[in-house]
């Protein structure tokens, strides 16, 4: 049996260097002679225009090189990825706390950093808009308001026995990337060479060439591995990559430049806050007759990726629950922030969870327990969804079915409630939530992929694609993938730096689709070089092609064999060419914006989460006790790196809906920009009991790489269970008929005040 074939669990393919410190990031990449330090210098307003700008001490500080504004950008000024609006450098108009002005270059790290901040800049102020509400009160869009539906939601709702209203704010969340923003540029005898933290190198390379007045071929942009990314470095890492590129251009040396932790958590896009509403009408079983959702998604100062991210909220606002007559609407909110950006599951999480609260509240209304409530409204097979798209292949039911058996969902709730009773001031709470997510970029053109591979005539095998590698394995599952189609070892395979000049015109490595992507694309190019090494054989042997066969490092053929390596050589001598690139675009999707109709995912990834909580009533102080999750990820790849990934997106999800707090004072800076002030899970807030199973027997209906999944956001999602959960405990404090107002974060804080008011309910 080969080693590292797909389905195996292959460890990551950089694990050890991860943790004995090998690993290169572009910080490690040691600097050519005379590499200056890039730092940039910004406002002290969030809203206003400049009114005096002197820098002359920024040029005169120690060590340097270079200082430069908007008016030095020999061509575009304006790097927005989607819709123009986000300026390279402040035009003169201010639109968020600390925006960037200037950018200074410096023979040191500290030289560049004292520099920036000597700036004399005089502002005239203007009063910031930071609140969302306030934000669409006063019609204040980057993006136009878009809306779908079904049926007649309104007239559903009239005339449904039971009405129910409720709203929800969800907070943001900082990316907190272990490795923060970072380029290096290199000036080269035809344009520049760009090292960077990036998910999107292709359109990284298509800015600076667009920024420096060059075509995309000058650029060259390599990207070996990230220290995360999450979204955080699809369109973020661009404006650093750009200033560095054009300070290497100026000074013709190479330019580093790394922001500091605060800055990049000052200045870079978060996980949008959302605002959300929902009124529903249900019969008095708790199944949804009518319902209409508005999704407020605060997008900071500029659009940025806001229209395809509320666009994916308003498409899980259903999660997995059918409304037969539903009218969803989102909005595009403009604040005087920094421009909000891809996080992890790019406005699926804020979608669901108002969908997710009024399950919750409808329990609570009709007398059930949620999770019956739940169940009464999954979809069914050939549903349709309010934008269009047709349920098939549901397996939500079975995943369900099987996690309350177990988790011992019935159980733990019996003894729940008994624990409630008897204890004064420590409550339980336990809840099920299901996830259903659409795997695919809502914007068709993205979902294509590309690869290179060569064979070598020792039978090694060098591997190029399209994606990135943050962490989360996408190098290890595409390797597996060829190795596979080649019948050979892992070891065999090496993939080596996403670069713009080996792969072009790539798509982030974004929406789960990494794998799904780039490993149909190695396949395909695997496959053209079998059919020739193959033909190779056939015509040396005098044999048919079809009893040539790849398997266990040997290439066999009728009446013989050869090992992989001496088939390679083989056809190097018969003059075969051993390399090629390979191609695929995902079928099957498609979306009429106008008509809110279409079929935008290839499929659904599928999964569910039992959380069990305890909360002190007295202080709002919780613990989550127990987590038990079955998630849907088809035909695994690799099961390892999926369960890794599981994880991993149920403790990040649960830091968002949990402890992280971003904090803006009233003049509009960020006050959460550090570890100090900003909290993100810590290894103790582990689940003591947390298990993780992958659904069995049940892979991928659509022509997948393998059958499989994507694994990447979905899972994320799980952590909604854990908010739900703290909502049912402090509902217990009303025997389940009241159901509590908690925003996210649910802060200890949120969860004494909903305390509070739910003690204070009960009086009333």
Known sequence: MNQGHAGQAVPHDSARRHVSGAALYVDDIPLPLNTLHAMVGGSTCAAGQITALDLSAVKASTGVKAVLTLDDVPGHKDIGPVFPGDPLLSTGEILFYGQPIFVVAADTYQHARIAA?????????????????????????????HSFGQGDAEIAIQAAPIQLSGEQYIGGQEHFYLEGQVSLALPTEDGVMV?????????????????????IHAVTVEMRRMGGGFGGKETQAAQWACLAALLAIKTKQAVKLRLPRADDMSLTGKRHPFWNQYNIGCDNEGKILGATIQVVGECGYSPDLSDAIVDRAMFHSDNAYH????????QRCFTNTVSHTAFRGFGGPQGMMIIEQAMDDIARRVGKDPLEVRKLNLYQEQQTTPYGQTIEYFVLSTIIEQLEHSSEYWRCRAEVKAFNQTSSYLKKGLSLTPVKFGISFTVQHLNQAGALIHIYTDGSIHLNHGGTEMGQ?????????????????????????????????????????GADLNGKAAQ?????????????????????????????NQVRYLGGSLSFAQAANLAYMRRVSLSTTGYYKTPMIHYDRKSGKGHPFFYYAMGAAVSEVQIDTLTGEYKVLRVDILHDVGASLNPALDKGQI???????????????????????LLSNSPATYKIPAISDTPPIFNVAILKDHPNSVPTIYHSKAVGEPPFMLAISVWSALRDAISSLSEYKISPKLDTPATPERVLRAVIETRAALKA
């Open 117 to 145: 901040r000597k700036a004399k800049i005089e502002y005239a102020p203007q009063t910031p808009l930071l609140d969302v509400k306030q934000a669409l009160s006063k019609q204040c869009f980057v993006r136009p308001t």
């Open 195 to 215: 090292y960077s933290s990036t998910q999107h190198p292709s359109e990284l390379q298509k800015l600076v060439a667009e920024v420096l007045h060059l075509p």
């Open 323 to 330: 409304l037969p007559n539903a009218h969803i609407v989102g």
């Open 473 to 513: 394995g996408l190098n290890t599952k595409v390797a597996q993938v060829v190795a596979t189609e080649f019948g050979v070892d892992l070891d065999r395979v090496l993939i080596t730096a996403t670069r713009t000049d080996k792969v072009p015109n790539t798509s982030p490595t974004a929406a789960s689709s």
């Open 524 to 552: 395909n190019a695997a496959q053209m070089l079998k059919a020739r090494m193959a033909e190779c054989i056939a015509t040396e042997f005098n044999v048919p092609v079809e009893s040539v066969e790849f398997a266990n």
């Open 647 to 669: 994880e991993g997106a149920l403790i990040q999800g649960m830091g968002w809906l949990t402890t992280e707090e971003l904090m803006w004072n009233q003049e509009g800076r």
